[in-house]
């Protein structure tokens, strides 16, 4: 009758070991994923803005053609910068909000200069 105990018990211990070893591994891939699809959104969000500085400076250089005088274009650009940050904090706040909390270690930044400073840590490491 001990025999069968101790069988049981151990077929009990591997069951934990075999749900607790899997779910290690589980949480292993879910990181790795995540991780790369936070670097490819950093790396598509920080495309867009480059995009957005470029049009802006056509943008600034056809209102100079125009004939558009340098106050209402300053004023335009500190409109079009204050824009721009906004979007920055609020794709950065929507980001970290996205992490559940056992992947929420991956996000190791708080604003945007910090997240790209990680992206080019990143790419400097890989």
Same mark, same amino acid.
């Given at each position: 009758? *001990?025999?069968?105990?101790?069988? %049981?018990?151990?077929?009990?211990? +591997?069951?934990?070991?075999? /749900?607790?070893? *899997?779910?290690?591994?589980? !949480? ?10 936070? #670097? ?7 495309? %867009?803005?480059?995009?957005?500085? #470029?049009?802006?400076? !056509? /943008?600034? /250089?056809?209102? *100079?053609?125009?004939?558009? +005088? &340098? $106050? =209402?274009?300053? !004023? ?5 910068? =204050?824009? !721009?940050?906004?979007?920055?904090? $609020?794709?950065?706040?929507? %980001?970290?909000? *996205?992490?559940? +909390?056992?992947?929420?270690? %991956?996000?190791?930044? $708080? ?5 790209? /400073? &990680? ?8």
């Amino acid at each position: 009758m *001990s025999g069968i105990l101790v069988a %049981i018990a151990w077929a009990i211990v +591997g069951a934990v070991l075999y /749900k607790i070893s *899997s779910a290690i591994i589980a !949480l292993g891939r879910y990181t790795v994923f995540s991780r790369m699809v936070l #670097f490819h959104s950093l790396k598509l969000m920080a495309l %867009i803005v480059d995009e957005i500085k #470029f049009l802006r400076e !056509l /943008k600034y /250089k056809h209102m *100079s053609e125009v004939g558009l +005088g &340098e $106050n =209402q274009i300053e !004023l335009i650009k500190e409109l079009d910068h =204050q824009a !721009l940050g906004n979007w920055k904090e $609020n794709a950065i706040a929507l %980001i970290i909000g *996205s992490f559940p +909390g056992p992947l929420r270690n %991956i996000v190791t930044f $708080n604003n945007w200069k910090e997240a790209m /400073k &990680e992206l080019d840590k990143f790419y400097r490491t890989n």
